[in-house]
């Protein structure tokens, strides 16, 4: 188990912060929910492509833990942005700024 942190690429800001057991890849799109204390969607969901996984790895000159527990990965940032290609208004906007950028 890590803890998987979501932060906004483009404004380094955290979305999202808990306890995983799968890490995702570059690539791949997260689907953000926000739940209420019954754990029901309150607002609707967003997607976001991931664009770099970062594992925090202890190095061979890490101490020892006081309790302990094995020395390992125990946090994964995932830098995301919002994923403009699964939305065609989005996805069409991102293209005429590429396009123009090109001129």
């Known amino acids: 188990m890590v803890t ?9 800001q955290l979305l999202a912060e ?3 057991i799968v890490i995702p890849a570059r690539g791949e799109v997260l689907q953000l929910d926000t739940l ?3 754990g029901e969607k309150s607002k609707p969901s967003t997607l ?4 770099s996984v970062t ?8 101490s020892p833990q006081a309790n302990g527990s094995p020395i390992g990965v125990r946090e994964v ?11 065609p208004e989005f ?3 991102a ?4 396009s123009e950028s090109k001129l």
């Open 4 to 12: 998987l942190r979501v932060v906004r690429h483009d404004r380094d």
């Open 36 to 38: 209420d204390s019954s």
């Open 55 to 62: 594992l925090h790895v202890p190095s061979l000159a890490s």
């Open 91 to 93: 996805a069409a906007a």
């Open 95 to 98: 293209e005429r700024i590429l």
């Open 18 to 20: 808990c306890s995983s």
């Open 77 to 87: 940032e995932v830098s995301v942005l919002p994923d403009v290609a699964l939305v």
């Open 48 to 51: 976001w492509r991931v664009v």
